[in-house]
């Protein structure tokens, strides 16, 4: 089946400092990935759409300078939350799909549990 | 404006059956699909319908109505682990996912 890796799967770090998650298909080329965010006992929230080689599609109200995605290949992009603050600890989960459209389902990621203090 | 529709919480015993409903409105629909989540984990696929009509697989099956409006996920001969949230999740005309906030699902022995 298809696998989607993350790491690391929990950080935690200090106020103002920079934390990157990988997230890696693979066994497959994933021509899209997806990152969310998720809070304790909410769902999950689209945070960025992203195509390799090219700038991702943040949702609204998502600051594309605070999270910083690269797509640098078909399996691996890299979410980068720059000057981390306590409110951006959260579950952040990457999906990938194979297909751009139809019926193509997202693997998800184990996740990463950010705690920043 | 888009909107799925899941109820909160349901609380089902052990062997029983449970159904969980989800309604949407979304711009166009290109699919719908189920996902399980444990706490603290990542949602794990269950189910894809993308035409009207029931989907078994196994314990679980899926139902569509796509003139409704309406999903419901099946679960049979429940067990405690399949205690978590479901999320029914819809793809809309530009095949972005739009997700319902999750239903949690308690099992009692």
């Known amino acids: 089946g298809a696998v989607v890796s993350q790491h690391p799967s929990w950080v935690i770090c200090k106020s103002g400092t920079s934390v990157k998650i990988e997230c890696r298909s693979l066994d497959f080329q994933a021509t899209t990935m997806f990152w969310y965010r998720q809070f304790p006992k909410q769902s999950l929230m689209l945070m960025a759409t992203s195509n390799e080689g090219s700038k991702a599609t943040y949702e609204q109200g998502v600051e594309k300078d605070k999270f910083l995605i690269n797509h640098a290949s078909l399996t691996l992009s890299t979410l980068t939350v720059t000057s981390a603050h306590p409110e951006d600890s959260s579950f952040y989960i990457c999906s990938a799909t194979a297909g751009l459209a139809g019926s193509h389902e997202q693997f998800f990621g184990p996740g990463t549990r950010l705690t920043v203090l | 404006g888009q909107n799925i529709d899941q109820p909160t919480e349901m609380t089902a015993t052990e062997g029983a059956i449970v159904q969980i409903n989800c309604t949407y409105q979304t711009s166009g629909f290109n699919g719908l699909f189920w996902y399980q989540q444990h706490a603290g984990e990542a949602p794990t696929f269950l189910s894809y319908?993308?035409l009207d009509g029931l989907e078994e697989k196994g314990r679980f099956s899926s139902f569509l109505s796509r003139s409704k409006g309406y999903s419901y996920l099946l679960l049979k001969e429940l067990q405690m682990k399949d205690s978590a949230s479901y999320l029914c999740?819809?793809?809309?005309?530009?095949?972005?996912?739009?997700w319902g906030a999750g239903t949690k699902l308690i099992i009692k022995p």
């Open positions: 319908n993308v």
């Open positions: 999740a819809v793809k809309d005309s530009n095949y972005q996912l739009i």
